[in-house]
């Protein structure tokens, strides 16, 4: 179960971290946008949290799995 969540927290953190890199890339003024509109956070703010939550599911991750 361990496994799966910080397998899952791992992609979806890295898949809108890439999403926000890439939008940032696309449009540099979407820095300063929201990230959707019912959530007032801003673009930058969701891409350090995802990067954030990427990086310490990858690590829950791997000591499950060396724990076996």
Request: proline residues 1%.
């Amino acid at each position: 179960m361990k496994i799966a969540a910080s397998k899952t927290a791992f992609v979806f953190g890295l898949l809108v971290w890439i999403y926000v890199i890439a939008m940032q890339i696309a449009h540099p003024e979407s820095v300063s946008w929201t990230f959707t509109s019912w959530l007032r956070i801003r673009m930058d703010f969701v891409g350090e949290i995802s990067f954030l939550i990427s990086i310490i599911s990858f690590f829950v991750w791997q000591l499950v799995t060396l724990k076996k």
